[in-house]
């Protein structure tokens, strides 16, 4: 079968429920942080399908995808900086045990 | 079936099995390793479509960044050799079920559409194209968002700083 954009959106579909069920199921803040990674990387994907086959004219889903990426790098040093400083507090980076940071 | 079409498959493998260890595995640095697959396996993708611009930008930042970043984090909060926690029957259980029915849901609607493609003359995505609407003012340039993104970056650099500053004994 030849691919086309049905596949490739089978594929983004597939890995953006990966990544819903890694942050269902992870209880430790970096695998959570995986899992969002793994999501925002699909969106990309289905971003840079829609721009080669359906819109070839046009150049817009190519600059969301470089700006939902340049957003990605800003998001995950900010929550790794979060998680290292909780770690220091806390010394666990569970969950569970993160929540008094509600108050 | 031709050489395209065995690479494809081939890639799309990749990231979707690397994807489901790296959710998946009960030891925290093989899943940030197999994350590292993933992304490299959508950087691939993004090379099958001919997007070389892209992929570049997926392996520097995603590959070269995130994931080191990911890492040294790992490093710096786990103990070594020690496992991560089996989660709850019941939550693996509704959470598979979730993210299967959720896809269900979403590929149906999707292969019951039908797309339309623009039939305009198509526009390579080189360099030279990129960087002339990106940084153009005119209608349908992207400088005003490449500034926001700018601030933004800008923004996040001083947060992580202020965050990770260690505070100071209060000295009386």
């Given at each position: 079968m030849q691919p086309g954009l049905y596949q490739i959106l089978f594929i983004s579909t597939a890995l953006f429920f990966i990544g819903a069920y890694g942050f269902f199921t992870r209880r430790n803040l970096i695998t959570m942080l995986m899992s969002v990674e793994l999501i925002l990387n699909s969106v990309n994907l289905n971003f840079i399908a829609f721009n080669k086959?359906?819109?070839?004219?046009?150049l817009d889903g190519l600059f969301f995808t470089i700006f939902v990426i340049a957003i990605a790098a800003a998001e995950a040093a900010v929550a790794i900086a979060i998680i290292i400083n909780l770690y220091r507090s806390h010394h666990s980076i569970d969950v569970e045990q993160a929540e008094e940071m509600k108050y | 079936m031709n050489g395209s079409t065995i690479i494809f498959y081939l890639l799309a493998a990749l990231t979707l099995g690397s994807g489901l260890l790296a959710v998946t595995t009960r030891q925290i640095f093989r899943s940030a390793i197999f994350l590292l697959f993933s992304l490299i396996g959508i950087a691939g993708l993004y090379f099958w479509m001919q997007y070389e611009f892209i992929a570049a930008v997926q392996i520097v930042v995603y590959v070269g960044g995130i994931t080191v970043l990911i890492i040294f984090s790992i490093f710096l909060t786990q103990q070594a050799g020690e496992k991560l926690a089996k989660p709850k029957i019941g939550r693996q259980i509704f959470s598979a079920l979730a993210a299967f029915c959720g896809f269900a849901l979403i590929m149906t609607q999707v292969l019951k559409h039908n797309f339309n493609a623009s039939s305009e003359e198509a526009l390579p995505p080189t360099v030279v194209n990129i960087g002339t609407q990106m940084l153009g003012?005119?209608?349908?340039?992207y400088s005003l968002p490449f500034e926001v993104v700018s601030i933004l970056l800008l923004a996040a650099l001083i947060g992580c700083i202020v965050i990770a500053l260690r505070s100071k004994p209060e000295t009386t």
């Open positions: 086959y359906l819109w070839p004219d046009k | 003012v005119d209608d349908g340039g």
